[in-house]
């Protein structure tokens, strides 16, 4: 075949795209041909590509091919165009949504028809917007399982906040009502991060949200360790602090592994660690529980190792020390308002550099 040749037989398949006629473009590959393509497979033979090209028309109706250059060189044909159309049924992404994307098609053509065919189409910025989509759709649903972040209760007051370091994190809280005006919380933090870990945190969370209500931290957290194991992630745990308020300000409590809660007050603070291991990871682990008495205007704060790991622009962890200097200088602050003032510090401390944890905080005081 002569230059001018190819170049007419690539014309007709151009014709072909325009007015989408799948049959015509069939016709421009010899009966025994192989192509090879990044939705359909290995197609062998004319019937199987004009079927393939007919499906492919019917999902994008306005699909356009654009040949941009034509390399030739003995019998071989480098096709570089631009494929673009609108996912109208959301095949990659969101329906309705215009896509454009760069295309490579290597050719071997012989007595004027394509005998082989490579498709290498340049989906990483199409698939890339499915992914963000996805990501949005499962960060509003994470927060749509997180409870009110505002919480006034007969004798407290509360407030949490979470910030994923991705779109969607592993950290958790929750709240529990309990009978006799009791008012229970959780915080928990999945080892890992992103979807993984949001999936392992939703399932503990859904665990913990069914638990006996007449049933103590320590015996929650160790029915919760015991359905986490009948369904273990290798590599996978929790961290988790599941606590009780009662009317008359007794707070009961147990640690499974999780940074110490915070209790401060006019007479000075106690860092809250009875309790047991991490969840998920060890058969026939006990966990004890503590009760403490909250004087009025105490405030107790649960967060995740993000708060007291976040890294400075020179290297220097947060840590607990300055988390305790905050809330010593904060004490009049309602619980939204500290649980705003802590977030930000951290944030400010951490400037400069990437957010490489979830960020979670929650404040309860004794009104």
């Given at each position: 075949?002569?230059?001018?040749?190819?170049?007419?037989?690539?014309?007709?398949?151009?014709?072909?795209?325009?007015?989408?006629?799948?049959?015509?473009?069939?016709?421009?590959?010899?009966?025994?041909?192989?192509?090879?393509?990044?939705?359909?497979?290995?197609?062998?033979?004319?019937?199987?590509?004009?079927?393939?090209q007919r499906e492919l028309f019917a999902s994008f109706?306005?699909?356009?091919?654009?040949?941009?250059?034509?390399?030739?060189?003995?019998?071989?044909?480098?096709?570089?165009?631009?494929?673009?159309?609108?996912?109208?049924?959301?095949?990659?992404?969101s329906p309705g949504t215009p896509f454009q994307f760069?295309?490579?098609?290597?050719?071997?053509?012989?007595?004027?028809?394509?005998?082989?065919?490579?498709?290498?189409?340049?989906?990483?910025?199409?698939?890339?917007q499915r992914i963000q989509r996805d990501l949005k759709v499962a960060a509003e649903i994470q927060q749509m399982l997180f409870p009110?972040?505002?919480?006034?209760?007969?004798?407290?007051?509360?407030?949490?906040?979470?910030?994923?370091?991705?779109?969607?994190?592993?950290?958790?809280?929750?709240y529990f009502a309990r009978p006799h005006g009791e008012f229970a919380w959780a915080l928990g933090d999945v080892a890992g991060k992103g979807p993984p870990a949001a999936l392992l945190g939703a399932s503990l969370q859904a665990i913990l949200g069914v638990s006996p209500t007449s049933a103590g931290p320590a015996s929650i957290l160790t029915s919760a360790n015991q359905a986490m194991?009948?369904?273990?992630?290798?590599?996978r745990f929790a961290t988790v602090v599941f606590a009780t308020l009662s009317?008359?300000?007794?707070?009961?409590?147990?640690?499974?592994?999780?940074?110490?809660?915070?209790?401060?007050?006019?007479?000075?603070?106690?860092?809250?660690?009875?309790?047991?291991?991490?969840?998920?990871?060890?058969?026939?682990?006990?966990?004890e529980e503590e009760t403490v008495q909250l004087a009025r205007g105490d405030r107790l704060v649960?967060?995740?190792?993000?708060?007291?790991?976040?890294?400075?622009?020179?290297?220097?962890?947060?840590?607990?020390d300055r988390l305790l200097s905050c809330l010593r200088s904060n004490l009049d602050l309602s619980p939204v308002a500290l649980v705003a003032r802590i977030l930000e510090i951290v944030q400010q401390f951490a400037k400069g550099t990437a957010q490489n944890d979830d960020l979670t905080v929650l404040v309860m005081t004794r009104t």
């Amino acid at each position: 075949m002569t230059a001018d040749d190819t170049r007419s037989l690539f014309e007709r398949r151009q014709r072909a795209w325009v007015t989408r006629d799948a049959a015509a473009l069939a016709a421009t590959y010899a009966e025994d041909c192989v192509v090879e393509t990044q939705i359909a497979g290995t197609l062998k033979g004319r019937a199987a590509v004009e079927q393939a090209q007919r499906e492919l028309f019917a999902s994008f109706p306005d699909l356009a091919m654009d040949q941009n250059e034509l390399l030739l060189q003995d019998g071989r044909v480098v096709m570089l165009g631009r494929l673009s159309g609108t996912d109208r049924g959301g095949t990659f992404t969101s329906p309705g949504t215009p896509f454009q994307f760069p295309v490579v098609v290597l050719h071997t053509v012989r007595d004027n028809r394509v005998v082989e065919e490579r498709r290498i189409w340049d989906f990483s910025g199409f698939l890339l917007q499915r992914i963000q989509r996805d990501l949005k759709v499962a960060a509003e649903i994470q927060q749509m399982l997180f409870p009110q972040g505002h919480v006034v209760g007969e004798g407290f007051e509360v407030a949490a906040a979470s910030v994923p370091c991705r779109s969607i994190g592993g950290d958790f809280f929750d709240y529990f009502a309990r009978p006799h005006g009791e008012f229970a919380w959780a915080l928990g933090d999945v080892a890992g991060k992103g979807p993984p870990a949001a999936l392992l945190g939703a399932s503990l969370q859904a665990i913990l949200g069914v638990s006996p209500t007449s049933a103590g931290p320590a015996s929650i957290l160790t029915s919760a360790n015991q359905a986490m194991l009948r369904r273990a992630v290798p590599s996978r745990f929790a961290t988790v602090v599941f606590a009780t308020l009662s009317r008359d300000g007794r707070l009961t409590y147990s640690n499974a592994g999780h940074n110490p809660p915070l209790v401060v007050g006019r007479e000075g603070h106690r860092w809250l660690r009875q309790g047991g291991t991490v969840l998920g990871m060890f058969d026939n682990v006990t966990f004890e529980e503590e009760t403490v008495q909250l004087a009025r205007g105490d405030r107790l704060v649960a967060f995740s190792d993000g708060i007291t790991e976040a890294v400075s622009a020179d290297g220097i962890e947060f840590g607990e020390d300055r988390l305790l200097s905050c809330l010593r200088s904060n004490l009049d602050l309602s619980p939204v308002a500290l649980v705003a003032r802590i977030l930000e510090i951290v944030q400010q401390f951490a400037k400069g550099t990437a957010q490489n944890d979830d960020l979670t905080v929650l404040v309860m005081t004794r009104t």
